[in-house]
């Protein structure tokens, strides 16, 4: 393997917590340029929904089919995973404004209080992942319309953030509620539950930005029509591109099967893309093939798999905060060039998200540059 193009480091340059660069409060294109201000997650009050509703078994358990959920044991979140993974979000929170980035937090709900709509009821989940469902669009902040029924009010963790970001002269669209009816929902002949094209869903995790080109994965979690309503509102963003993604990874999130390092460097996960099947955005890109996490399969329920392990957060381009136990990872990318903060999330599987799920990258210094080749 040869090494990867080189790129110009910035570490020598200040990293003055707080300061604007942009005329704005939120201004993020990418997800790599130098970060400024991020929202992390909180793990208080978490749970963990009902898998009886098929939203949840979509979005929790996809790869497991009807007759499988019942082997499943007893859902639950104990007091010590979430004070641990609590812990933890405090330390990744130091760990950045210590890097000179303006740290907010994620506010919970009362995630036990039941709600719904005609057809349905449930009761909430977490403030954990706050990427899943708010995009951040140049100046835009955009709520995503989640096909997960627990999380329809999650949103609400972020509204006070979003309000501020506003009275400052952000704009903050919404994308369409969706009903969330039984329509949405299909078991297909292998027992697995499927997304339909009902209305459209889809979660902001399903969306990769780099600069003028957005790649948006069709799966479990963002659906055709999901896809279609983003792709009416880019004009009002500036010249901006849609690329789909489909029959890439068929069942939630895109970001621990892609992470863009810098331009020009992607870092892919060798069990869902092959060398012959590279997305053609990335055609031209140096690839860097995640190695296999160093740990499999022993957490029963885990909401996310082993591979939660690449899911990482670019602070600048030739520094990210890596998971501490994965260091295959961490070797490789020093080797390409790319300095390594390395943490923990001791509960990343069993809560279904790692860094970069957990934070929401409100200001970044990158333009809308064309980073296609």
């Known amino acids: 393997m040869t090494a990867p193009r080189a790129v110009t480091s910035t570490a020598d340059e200040p990293l003055a917590s707080g300061a604007l660069t942009k005329s704005g409060p939120v201004h993020s ?39 499988s959920l019942a082997d499943l044991p007893k859902l639950g979140l104990d007091r010590r995973v979430l004070a641990e993974t609590e812990e933890d979000l405090t330390r990744l929170s130091d760990a950045l ?20 709509a005609p057809g349905w009821r449930s009761q909430g989940m977490y403030a954990y992942c706050p990427r899943d469902l708010a995009l951040v669009l140049g100046e835009t902040l955009v709520e995503a319309p989640t096909p997960t029924r627990a999380r329809y009010f999650e949103v609400f963790c972020l509204r006070p953030l979003f309000q501020e970001y506003m009275r400052q002269g952000a704009r903050w669209i919404s994308a369409p509620k969706p009903q969330l009816e039984d ?11 499927r997304l339909t094209d009902a209305e459209p869903v889809f979660e902001a995790a399903n969306v990769l930005r780099l600069g003028r080109d957005l790649l948006y994965q ?58 012959a099947a590279v997305p053609e955005f990335f055609r031209g890109w140096d690839v860097l093939w995640c190695p296999p996490p160093p740990y499999g399969d022993a957490v029963r329920a885990a909401l996310s798999s082993p591979w939660i392990s690449m899911n990482l957060l670019m602070v600048d381009v030739d520094l990210a905060v890596v998971d501490a136990a994965n260091m295959p990872l961490l070797r490789l990318l020093e080797w390409a060039g790319v300095n390594v903060i390395p943490l923990h999330l001791r509960h990343a599987r069993a809560l ?3 860094f970069h799920c957990v934070s929401l990258d409100v200001r970044r210094d990158g333009k809308l540059e064309d980073y296609s080749v």
């Open 352 to 354: 279904g998200g790692g």
């Open 97 to 116: 404004e210590e890097a000179g980035v303006t740290v907010r937090r994620t506010q919970p709900l009362d995630f036990g209080a039941e709600f719904g």
């Open 29 to 67: 294109w990418d997800e790599f340029t130098r970060l400024r201000e991020v929202v992390i997650g909180n793990a208080r009050r978490a749970r963990i929904p009902s898998v009886d509703d098929r939203s949840a078994w979509l979005n929790l358990f996809p790869e497991l089919d009807h007759a």
């Open 183 to 193: 329509t949405l929902y299909d078991v297909d002949s292998s027992g697995h539950v």
């Open 218 to 275: 069709v799966s479990g979690s963002g659906n055709e029509l999901g896809m279609r309503w983003l792709h009416s509102i880019l004009p009002m963003m500036g010249d901006v591109r849609l690329h789909p993604l489909r029959s890439v990874y068929d069942y939630t999130h895109i970001d621990s099967t892609i992470a863009p390092l810098r331009p020009g460097l992607v870092l892919l996960n060798p069990a869902r893309i092959s060398p």
